[in-house]
T-cell receptor, first 115, second 115 residues
Framework: KAGVTQTPRYLIKTRGQQVTLSCSPISGHRSVSWYQQTPGQGLQFLFE???????NKGNFPGRFSGRQFSNSRSEMNVSTLELGDSALYLCASSLSAGGRPDTQYFGPGTRLTVL | AQSVTQPDIHITVSEGASLELRCNYSYGATPYLFWYVQSPGQGLQLLLKYFSGDTLVQGIKGFEAEFKRSQSSFNLRKPSVHWSDAAEYFC?????????????FGAGTRLAVHP
């Protein structure tokens, strides 16, 4: 079974632009979570989507948003990019049978650099 | 609030030596517990997890971890380290309630292995 895939793997943007990152979960997984990883703040939870609904959200500004499609693929969007948004963005999927918390499997991440 | 502490930022061991990475958590009840490993420029790979049952759990690559409720700890061990184990290791907790897949991560422990 294929793992979690994320595209693109690398992105370079300038301040003020917006960016969209994509995540394809493991087949059959209904939950997709997003995390931001930076040297200063470590790994921080952004949000989780389950059956196309945002189920939980971390402490990030409204510039960070996401969505999930009917095939469980997910996108996250960051608008009005700031230098501090430079990070590795990780997507994780889980089976979450019955909607319960479950083991999360991570993709390779998208490395975003904001200049 | 949930939190995870990994007291050791860097650890260096010799190849063939034993290893123990410490993890302490703060949570109102018994959480789900995980150890992940990250190689440079890569995503997170699940080493092992504890949901319930036997408090000594076995994982991949010869790793094991022991859940100690009285000490709020979930330390990772390996009897004999290989050079390929050099990486960063993250302990994480997940909530049992709420139906959410949200992981709280520790700051990570970077492991170096000397030949």
């Amino acid at each position: 079974k294929a793992g979690v895939t994320q595209t693109p793997r690398y992105l370079i943007k300038t301040r003020g632009q917006q960016v969209t990152l994509s995540c394809s979960p493991i087949s059959g997984h209904r939950s997709v979570s997003w995390y931001q990883q930076t040297p200063g703040q470590g790994l921080q939870f952004l949000f989780e989507y389950f059956s196309e609904t945002q189920r939980n959200k971390g402490n990030f500004p409204g510039r960070f948003s996401g969505r999930q499609f009917s095939n469980s693929r997910s996108e996250m969007n960051v608008s009005t990019l700031e230098l501090g948004d430079s990070a590795l963005y990780l997507c994780a999927s889980s089976l979450s049978a019955g909607g319960r918390p479950d083991t999360q499997y991570f993709g390779p991440g998208t490395r975003l650099t904001v200049l | 609030a949930q939190s995870v502490t990994q007291p050791d930022i860097h650890i260096t061991v010799s190849e063939g030596a034993s290893l123990e990475l410490r993890c302490n958590y703060s949570y109102g009840a018994t959480p789900y517990l995980f150890w992940y490993v990250q190689s440079p420029g890569q995503g997170l790979q699940l080493l092992l997890k504890y949901f319930s049952g036997d408090t000594l759990v076995q994982g991949i690559k010869g790793f094991e971890a022991e859940f100690k409720r009285s000490q709020s700890s979930f330390n990772l061990r390996k009897p004999s380290v290989h050079w390929s184990d050099a990486a960063e290791y993250f302990c994480a907790v997940g909530a049992r309630s709420g139906g959410y897949n949200k992981l709280i991560f520790g700051a990570g422990t970077r492991l170096a292995v000397h030949p």
